[in-house]
């Protein structure tokens, strides 16, 4: 008798457990409305020290405060890759991802090799370029790309959309880690107090320029920009499209007078296929309408118009391109 009533509680605490894990399940992700009727998002970005954060914070607080139909939390994040996986676990509902590692995701190429998540991903703007700048201190002996060699490099934190950028640029220019440099997995921030510490020769920054970690070193210590010539930028091109060669013109940071020719990705907003039409032209709306506060955030926001907007994105969400067309930018 003790038996079955023991048998007779297991058997309802596992019908509970997994009714549980089955109301856990469906609504992990799902887009609600709020008591105002504003749908709740998360929007990911990047680490706290990038762009992408600032700029992500701008969004939700000017859409929060103004905009009609929306209310985003923002996250921060490890950056594109983990961005990329966040929303394909349906953990998120929006996110900033470089073009390279969106354009990767869509199509299984890259680090996403036999991933493709076509069915997941949609584009819902176009931002803005962002270079790779390639900082190293002055008075370093480092005046070109291939004096990295045998250098203490910061390529970005490990696994991160950066790391795997500045991974990709260094094999197909003949220096591969452990034999080419040595490679140090650091966020931004850290890579650049390893150079105030005299422990990074070189970091490569992969943020809308100019950089605040950048600018942060450049206060405290002389810095240099690192070129690349027309052939190596042709190079990077031709193995992978989604980096094309990018002219950083002079004084973006102050002590670098001249242009300095380097490598750049585009940046994207990009959704899940199956949020609610509404809500992503909620957003879009609400971009556009609190656009002049956004670009207070970051001056490579400044580039961001209606017409840039729809141009080198992945597939575009129906609430996206339906704004974009009533706009008149999609014809």
């Known amino acids: 008798m003790r038996i079955r009533k023991y048998s007779r509680f297991v058997w309802l605490f596992m019908v509970v457990i997994i009714l549980s894990a089955c109301n856990v399940s469906a609504s992990n992700g799902v887009v609600k409305k709020n008591e105002n009727g504003d749908y709740k998002v998360?929007?990911?970005?990047?680490?706290?020290?990038?762009?992408?954060?600032?700029?992500?914070?701008?969004?939700?607080?000017?859409?929060?405060?103004?905009?009609?139909?929306?209310?985003?939390?923002?996250?921060?994040?490890?950056?594109?890759?983990?961005?990329?996986?966040?929303?394909?676990?349906?953990?998120?509902?929006?996110?900033?991802?470089?073009?390279?590692?969106?354009?990767?995701?869509?199509?299984?190429?890259?680090?996403?090799?036999?991933?493709?998540?076509?069915?997941?991903?949609?584009?819902?703007?176009?931002?803005?370029?962002?270079?790779?700048?390639?900082?190293?201190?002055?008075?370093?002996?480092?005046?070109s790309f291939n004096d990295l060699k045998g250098k203490r490099v910061a390529v970005g934190a490990p696994g991160s959309g950066s790391e795997l950028k500045s991974k990709e640029v260094l094999e197909v220019l003949g220096l591969p880690y452990d034999e080419g440099v040595k490679q140090k997995y650091l966020s931004f921030a850290d890579a650049i107090e390893g150079m105030r510490d005299n422990q990074v020769d070189a970091t490569f920054v992969w943020a809308g320029a100019p950089a605040s970690a950048v600018q942060e070193l450049g206060s405290t210590r002389d810095i240099d920009i690192v070129g690349f010539t027309e052939e190596e930028s042709e190079k990077i091109f031709k193995e992978n499209p989604s980096i094309f060669p990018y002219v950083l013109p002079?004084?973006?940071?102050?002590?670098?007078?001249?242009?300095?020719?380097?490598?750049?990705?585009?940046?994207?907003?990009?959704?899940?296929?199956?949020?609610?039409?509404?809500?992503?032209?909620?957003?879009?709306?609400?971009?556009?309408?609190?656009?002049?506060?956004?670009?207070?955030?970051?001056?490579?926001?400044?580039?961001?118009?209606?017409?840039?907007?729809?141009?080198?994105?992945?597939?575009?969400?129906?609430?996206?391109?339906?704004?974009f067309e009533e706009s008149g930018a999609i014809k």
Request: overall charge negative.
């Open 42 to 143: 998360t929007m990911t970005t990047a680490g706290t020290s990038g762009s992408f954060y600032a700029i992500g914070a701008a969004i939700s607080q000017n859409l929060n405060n103004n905009a009609k139909g929306i209310f985003i939390t923002n996250q921060a994040s490890g950056g594109s890759v983990e961005n990329v996986r966040l929303l394909d676990r349906n953990e998120v509902n929006f996110a900033l991802v470089g073009g390279d590692s969106a354009l990767a995701a869509y199509n299984g190429t890259h680090e996403f090799e036999g991933n493709a998540r076509s069915d997941v991903l949609r584009g819902v703007i176009s931002l803005y370029e962002q270079p790779l700048t390639l900082v190293v201190l002055k008075d370093s002996n480092i005046k």
């Open 250 to 323: 002079g004084g973006t940071y102050k002590e670098v007078e001249n242009d300095v020719r380097t490598l750049a990705i585009n940046t994207q907003i990009v959704t899940r296929n199956d949020i609610p039409d509404e809500a992503v032209y909620n957003f879009v709306k609400g971009f556009f309408e609190n656009i002049e506060e956004i670009q207070l955030a970051h001056s490579s926001m400044k580039e961001v118009s209606m017409e840039s907007a729809v141009q080198n994105v992945i597939e575009m969400h129906p609430g996206a391109k339906q704004y």
